[in-house]
């Protein structure tokens, strides 16, 4: 291979494999016209290493807004509002679900009711007559006695 | 650097659940060398820094969109070009040289900061596509197959590009490099 064949630059920038390095290399160390044109590429480069890195006049964060909230459908999958979404649906299954209060249960409640409010309005009657019994007694017993 | 990409790849899944916190871990890793390739591109500090701001911005909002996370590297400054080309099409003509190459001291062998202005200098008299094609492989290390992705163009054409760039900045900086050794 002549020397035009070998692409220095690419040696130079770490683009050729294994086996073209070495034969670049083979052939560099019998040829002092490619030699020199490496170590000129290679200068070349170095001094562009030299060039410095600026630091950044202020550093770049982001804080959490409407742009990086997560989307409608993140927040279903999130652990929370799962877990909220668990116990308001339990909520509902219990209040829907509960077993309902039938008829008879109903009337049941109402005769119990009656029955109460009847008890306790006779005991109130047979109570206002005895009251009214002793009296009627007492006035008897007096009259008697005058 | 095995590990770099590994952490990446974590702070990105992290960063596509919405975690921003993990997403300013990723940006703290990389908006450095996007500022550094921005500034150099469009030569404007506060631009540069707002670019950068929306390169990562944009990179947040695009994450889903990326097919593969272990190429997050080239997709990032596949962005950061996009917006810099886009800046530099409605600022100013295309084809517009930078400062003249700064001049060393009368006598003597060249500061490092002499040195690097040189440097800088001489990056401003490529062309923008040439410039880009260096900052690419000399100072952000991609091969050439992800420059071709990076700019969405033939290897050839970077191959092409970045070789006629070495050859000019060879002979820009040839009077630079002879002070520097002597």
């Known amino acids: 291979m002549n020397c035009e064949s070998y692409d220095w630059k690419a040696y130079a920038l770490g683009e050729l494999d294994r086996p073209a390095r070495t034969e670049a290399e083979s052939h560099a160390a019998t040829c002092a016209s490619c030699r020199n044109e490496l170590a000129t590429l290679r200068l070349t480069l170095d001094t562009l290493s030299t060039l410095r890195e ?7 964060a982001f804080v ?5 909230e997560p989307r409608w459908w993140q927040r279903v999958f999130s652990p929370n509002f799962a877990a909220a979404c668990v116990i308001a649906g339990a909520i509902l299954v219990h209040a829907f679900a509960r077993p309902g209060i039938t008829d008879a249960q109903i009337k049941a409640q109402i005769d119990v009711a009656v029955t109460k409010a009847v008890a306790e309005q006779t005991e109130a009657i047979v109570a206002r007559d005895n009251e009214r019994y002793s009296q009627a007694y007492a006035i008897a017993t007096g009259l008697e006695r005058q | 650097m095995i590990f770099r990409e590994v952490e990446d790849l974590d702070l990105i899944a992290k960063a596509r659940r ?8 990723l940006v703290s890793r990389w908006e450095k060398r996007v500022f550094n390739y921005l500034l150099r591109l ?11 701001q929306e390169v990562f911005l944009k990179a947040y909002r695009n994450l889903p969109k990326l097919d593969d996370p272990a190429r997050f590297a080239g997709w990032l400054f596949r962005i950061a070009h ?10 100013r003509p295309e084809g517009e040289l930078g400062p003249e190459l700064h001049e060393a001291g009368a ?3 060249l500061l490092p900061l ?11 008299r490529l062309s923008g596509d040439q410039r880009e094609v260096v900052l690419l492989k000399v100072y952000q290390g991609f091969k050439f197959d992800e420059i071709a992705e990076i700019l969405e163009c033939p290897v050839s054409t970077v191959k092409s590009r970045l070789y006629t760039a070495l050859d000019l900045l060879k002979s820009t900086l040839a009077p630079v490099v002879l002070r520097g050794e002597s």
């Open chain 2, 114 to 124: 002499e040195l690097s202005l040189a440097v800088e200098s001489a990056l401003k």
């Open chain 2, 42 to 52: 469009v030569s404007n500090r506060e631009d540069a820094l707002d670019l950068s």
């Open chain 1, 64 to 68: 959490s807004d409407k742009v990086f």
């Open chain 1, 54 to 60: 600026e630091d950044m006049p202020r550093r770049i």
């Open chain 2, 18 to 25: 919405g975690d921003v916190e993990g997403y300013n871990l």
């Open chain 2, 82 to 91: 996009n917006e810099a080309f886009s800046l530099l099409r409605r600022k």
């Open chain 2, 107 to 109: 006598s003597g062998r």
